[in-house]
């Protein structure tokens, strides 16, 4: 049985080299797993009822099923509208950013160019998960 | 270094083409309307454009997306200081009339433009798994490949929506080899196309004339530290 994880969505082979990397890098205690598309998390969940993960982070531009497609799956399913939703996506366009809010996703970061700044979105998101209280139960 | 003046008054072309001409290696070309300045860009490549603010009729504000991509200065007798909010801002803004530090301004911002692309944020994050690096670099590789074969293709079909996402998919690559003027170009152009802008053929060049040099980078790193595609 997987331990606590991420879920995370990313179709793009480097960008999620890179999140994963700088994820163990910080000794995050959570796991992670990674599905290429929103069709793919959602069979994922499916699959894995007993284990579901703890945080989804998220793309939004995805083949198959993009990220908007995922969230409105998964916030109309009791089974996993509760897990907090994070998206992390080089858009910074202002409708992505209304539109998943709307999806009562917990927070929305924009890829940053500096790799300092882009660490310290991954601390943010650990230290997210330590102060939450779904951390702890 | 190749300048390209957006300038209707004679006096101030006069004046800008006499100090600019003092310095080595500037090729200036001066034209009177901004759709002369379109004309030019499409058919010849410059470094940096220095443009009056209003020039007849017309306000640069109103064509500044026609020249995305370009670096450029704006020189008049009351900079708007607004410009600086516009996708693409100007790297400075000149109180008429031209003059020596402000072409000294020129050359120095635009050689602090320059940057090489480098791989060390790829191995500082891959420490130790130095197949994950190799990984990452002909992943790289790949996709600079496909973006140089597709863009010209995209743009030439006028396939704006697939275009979008291919530009969209290689910003962040130019995070990993350092980029960073790259990845704010690319920023632009998605945004800019998603707008529907009017681009002008400059911009799509330097798409694929940016994709080149990450490439040339990358094949340049796999020679020299002997990589191999597993």
């Known amino acids: 049985?997987?331990?606590?994880?991420?879920?995370?969505?990313?179709?793009?082979?480097?960008?999620?080299?890179?999140?994963?990397?700088?994820?163990?890098?910080?000794?995050?205690?959570?796991?992670?797993?990674?599905k290429e598309n929103g069709e793919e998390g959602l069979n994922w969940l499916k699959e894995n009822p007993q284990n579901l993960p703890n945080i989804i982070v998220l793309d939004l531009n995805m083949p198959k099923m993009g990220g908007l497609e995922f969230l409105e799956e998964i916030k109309k399913n009791p089974?996993?509208?509760?897990?907090?939703?994070?998206?992390?996506?080089t858009s910074?366009?202002?409708?992505?950013?209304?539109?998943?809010?709307?999806?009562?996703?917990?927070?929305?970061?924009?890829?940053?160019?500096?790799?300092?700044?882009?660490?310290?979105?991954?601390?943010l998101i650990k230290d997210y998960w330590d102060a939450s209280a779904l951390g702890h139960i | 270094m190749?300048?390209?003046?957006?300038?209707?008054d004679v006096i101030d072309q006069k004046n800008c083409q006499?100090?600019?001409?003092?310095?080595?290696?500037?090729n200036l070309t001066v034209v009177d309307q901004f759709e002369k300045a379109f004309d030019f860009i499409s058919k010849e490549k410059i470094d940096v454009l220095i443009s009056d603010q209003r020039v007849g009729m017309d306000h640069f504000k109103d064509h500044w997306h026609q020249f995305l991509g370009i670096p450029y200065f704006i020189v008049s007798n009351s900079p708007d200081e607004n410009l600086n909010t516009l996708l693409q801002p100007p790297?400075?803004?000149?109180q008429k009339p031209f003059q020596v530090e402000h072409s000294d301004n020129i050359v120095k911002k635009m050689e602090s433009l320059k940057a090489e692309p480098n791989l060390s944020y790829a191995e500082n994050i891959t420490e130790g798994a130095p197949d994950l690096l190799t990984e990452m670099v002909f992943i790289l590789k790949s996709q600079f490949e496909e973006g140089i074969d597709k863009i010209p293709y995209l743009y030439e079909k006028k396939?704006?929506?697939?275009?979008?996402?291919?530009?969209?998919?290689?910003?962040?690559?130019?995070?990993?080899?350092?980029m960073s003027e790259s990845f704010s170009f690319f920023n632009r152009v998605e945004k800019c196309l998603?707008?529907?802008?009017?681009?002008?053929?400059?911009?799509?060049?330097?798409?694929?004339?940016d994709l080149q040099e990450g490439l040339n980078f990358i094949n340049f790193y796999i020679k020299q530290h002997e990589l191999h595609n597993s």
């Open chain 1, 92 to 123: 910074n366009n202002k409708v992505d950013i209304h539109s998943t809010f709307e999806h009562q996703i917990a927070g929305y970061m924009v890829k940053p160019f500096d790799h300092g700044d882009y660490k310290k979105m991954i601390e």
């Open chain 2, 91 to 94: 790297l400075q803004l000149f």
């Open chain 2, 194 to 209: 998603r707008d529907q802008l009017t681009l002008n053929n400059f911009a799509y060049k330097r798409l694929v004339t």
């Open chain 1, 1 to 34: 049985m997987q331990k606590e994880y991420i879920l995370y969505l990313e179709d793009d082979q480097i960008d999620a080299i890179r999140f994963s990397s700088t994820l163990n890098n910080l000794e995050f205690k959570l796991g992670i797993v990674i």
């Open chain 2, 2 to 8: 190749k300048i390209l003046y957006i300038e209707d």
């Open chain 1, 79 to 89: 089974l996993y509208n509760k897990i907090p939703v994070i998206i992390f996506t």
């Open chain 2, 159 to 178: 396939n704006t929506e697939e275009l979008i996402q291919v530009v969209h998919k290689l910003i962040s690559k130019f995070s990993v080899l350092s």
């Open chain 2, 18 to 26: 006499i100090i600019l001409n003092q310095k080595e290696d500037i």
